[in-house]
């Protein structure tokens, strides 16, 4: 099971830091990620990590940093200066095999949350 957390109402330039606490199962192996979807539009990637720590991001989020905390089975993403384009529901999945790569697998065999909402005035 996994639990977003950390959302809320921002004003631009804030900053928030999202978590993705994970229960049942130990995700220190697995591939996690973060996306986004506001209403009428599509699920957008923002952030993954892989089970070797590598990371990637979408272009729009260069200001946002994806972490883990194998030990507390959290995901986290920090986000700077918010712009009121990052305003979404935001998701964290996690999946145990991520091949070909994270982006492909995630979002068609991912586990995921229930999202946590972030809006930027």
């Known amino acids: 099971q996994l639990v977003e957390s950390g959302g809320g109402s921002v004003q631009a330039g804030g900053s928030l830091r999202l978590s993705c606490t994970a229960s049942?199962?130990?995700?220190?192996?697995?591939?996690m990620g973060w996306f986004r979807q506001t209403p009428g539009k599509g699920r957008e990637r923002v952030a993954a990590r892989d089970s070797d720590g590598s990371t990637s991001y979408a272009d729009s989020v260069n200001r946002f940093t994806i972490s883990k905390d194998n030990a507390k089975n959290t995901l986290y993403l920090q986000m700077n200066d918010l712009k009121p384009e990052d305003t979404a529901m935001y998701y964290c999945?996690?999946?145990?095999?991520?091949?070909?790569?994270?982006?492909?697998?995630?979002?068609?065999?991912?586990?995921w949350g229930q999202g946590t909402q972030v809006t930027v005035s």
């Open positions: 999945a996690a999946a145990s095999f991520c091949r070909p790569t994270v982006w492909y697998v995630l979002p068609r065999l991912g586990s």
């Open positions: 049942g199962i130990t995700y220190s192996n697995y591939c």
